[in-house]
Each structure stands twice: as structure tokens, then as C-alpha cells.
Nanobody, 116 residues
Framework: QVQLVESGGGLVQPGGPLGLSCEAS????????MPWTRQAPGKERELVAA????????NYADSVKGRFTVSRDNAKKMVYLQMNNLKPDDTAVYYC?????????WGQGTQVTVSS
């Protein structure tokens, strides 16, 4: 059974940091690229960051470049999203995903709220 379980969401003040984690199971983790996506109320889901299966390549949405960092540990089957200098516009449900060709798995999401 495929599972992607996110953790680490919560309420943070503008300018603050927050780290998200995603634990994967039920598939061959090291073969899959791992994107993070987010969806804010009333908006479409958007790609935030992604990391290749080996971890050698990453890419980021322009809106988060320089503030967010994606990383992974294939031995632990974990992927991480470190978010710094958070802004109110970063408020959304954040989803961990696994992608290989036409296959995409989704986590249940974790809420991140940036507010004073």
C-alpha cells in the first residue's frame, strides 16, 4: 500500500521558518522524483519544489526560490521541505508527491498558515 505522510505544518509568523517532512512507503522510493505542491483556498494547485530520484537535481517555483529548500534521504525514504522567510501568500495545504513517468502518488496534505 502506497503511503505518503506529511508532517510539520502549522501556524508561523511572517518571516519565520518551518520545515515539512514526508515519509514514504509502499513503493520503490529511490526511483521516484518527489515534488511538493500546494493549494491555497480558491486557487489552483501549484508546484512548489521538486527533487530528482537521486537528489542531484532540484527545481523551484519562482515565488519560493531562495527561501525554500527541498532535500531527500533515500535510505530513510524521507523527503523534506525547509521553508524560510515565510510570507502570508505561502499559506496553503502542502502536499508531498511521488512521480515516475505517468505514475503520481499524493499525500494527504498538511496545512501551513503564515499569519501574525
Amino acid at each position: 500500500q502506497v503511503q505518503l505522510v506529511e508532517s510539520g505544518g502549522g501556524l508561523v509568523q511572517p518571516g519565520g521558518p518551518l520545515g515539512l517532512s514526508c515519509e514514504a512507503s509502499g513503493f520503490i522510493f529511490r526511483l521516484y522524483a518527489m515534488p511538493w505542491t500546494r493549494q491555497a483556498p480558491g486557487k489552483e494547485r501549484e508546484l512548489v519544489a521538486a527533487i530528482s530520484n537521486t537528489g542531484d537535481s532540484t527545481n523551484y517555483a519562482d515565488s519560493v526560490k531562495g527561501r525554500f529548500t527541498v532535500s531527500r534521504d533515500n535510505a530513510k525514504k524521507m523527503v523534506y521541505l525547509q521553508m524560510n522567510n515565510l510570507k502570508p501568500d505561502d499559506t496553503a495545504v502542502y502536499y508531498c508527491n511521488a512521480s515516475l513517468g505517468r505514475i503520481t502518488y499524493w499525500g494527504q496534505g498538511t496545512q501551513v498558515t503564515v499569519s501574525s
